[in-house]
């Protein structure tokens, strides 16, 4: 370690060079009166510190680095291993350190976790929600073909979403919601919720009970949909990543509106959620080449939905109720006739994220 007027050097086992600023030090100490070991919330007034802070003395304590500063009568302690997090500079961003597996139809069986072990240990469910931000979805097999036990894996994941269809549901082809997929008629590949300013992350499906023909459920994988656009159809990625589609829900005494682009990048570039709904895509009125360009990246995008090669087909049956990433995977299902009993849940994008971070830190 060097010190230097406006930061401590550090050099590292493996070559690495950091350079931490002092102003940056200070700020993330990690004693008490800096940060609460509760809830690990700032309690320094940040705006207060002198901008030209500097260190008199820098020494390290064991797995810890303790500095003393110029200006201040308390030294401040930092772990060595929380530098190590920070040690090259990065632009930050929330999302989950995760890679995905894109997949199409020769994925010829859905990732899949026995109901009894996510509900018996943490390592089950783990398990099962590791599937699903790998490959986007996956199932809990011989899950009871109740509502009851359904709502409970569900509330072993997280708290149920409440949106204009309620909490926890169970629905048949009644029509007593203003939405297709309380009909029998087919429903091709679409992400659910595109009216909402935040869509739903995740959803839950169970079939409680199917007496009748058709009603295959169709998965598709929306990245590997935006990277085959991005590889061979780029002009039509670009205009799916910048102009904003309006999705609208009309009916129930409701007018829900929200709009994004299909193809939704972080700040870093990287793609985060797919919103594709042919369904609820609202009127919008663009200039006549944008418009030509976009009803063509459109058709692009969805006819590769829609192709057979794309897509994971399974009829579900009672005792396999499926999570999916609403934010990843587009899903749809088979005209079907007969009578079909269906039950689910929305849940939040954010609580699917925080049990995998908690789940990294205990294997950490």
């Avoid at 794309?310 to 396999?320: D, T």
């Amino acid at each position: 370690m060097a010190q230097q007027n406006t930061y401590l050097e550090v050099h590292w086992s493996d070559g690495v060079e950091s350079r931490y600023p002092w102003l940056w030090l200070r700020d993330h100490a990690h004693d008490a009166d800096t940060l609460h070991p509760v809830t690990q919330q700032r309690q320094l007034f940040t705006a207060a510190i002198d901008p030209a802070i500097s260190a008199a003395a820098v020494a390290t304590s064991g797995p810890a680095v303790e500095i003393t500063w110029a200006n201040e009568s308390t030294p401040s302690v930092l772990p060595v291993d929380f530098l190590a997090q920070y040690r090259v500079p990065s632009t930050p961003t929330a999302r989950l350190n995760r890679r995905p597996t894109l997949w199409d139809a020769s994925l010829k069986s859905a990732p899949s976790v026995p109901y009894a072990d996510i509900m018996a240990s943490d390592d089950g469910l783990v398990a099962w929600l590791d599937a699903v931000a790998e490959y986007g979805f996956a199932i809990a097999t011989d899950t009871p073909a109740t509502a009851e036990a359904t709502e409970a894996l569900v509330r072993r994941a997280s708290y149920v979403r409440e949106t204009i269809f309620g909490g926890f549901w169970e629905f048949t082809a009644d029509l007593s919601k203003a939405d297709t997929a309380y009909t029998t008629l087919e429903l091709r590949p679409h992400t659910d919720g595109t009216y909402s300013h935040d869509a739903p992350g995740l959803q839950m499906l169970h079939c409680l009970g199917f007496e009748g023909t058709g009603g295959e459920s169709t998965m598709v994988d929306g990245f590997a949909i935006a990277e085959e656009l991005r590889r061979n159809q780029p002009e039509h990625h670009q205009v799916l990543s910048s102009i904003a589609i309006p999705g609208q829900y009309i009916g129930d005494g409701s007018h829900l509106m929200a709009a994004r682009p299909v193809l939704r990048h972080d700040h870093t570039g990287a793609l985060v959620q797919v919103s594709f709904n042919n369904y609820d895509r609202a009127p919008l009125m663009l200039p006549v080449d944008e418009m030509e360009a976009l009803y063509a990246a459109l058709r692009a995008f969805d006819l590769l939905a829609n192709e057979p090669a794309r897509q994971w087909r399974h009829v579900l049956a009672p005792g396999e109720a499926m999570l999916f990433d609403n934010w990843r995977v587009l899903h749809g299902r088979a005209a079907y006739t007969g009578t079909r009993r269906m039950c689910g849940a929305y849940l939040n994008h954010e609580d699917f994220e925080s049990l995998l971070r908690l789940a990294q830190r205990r294997h950490s």
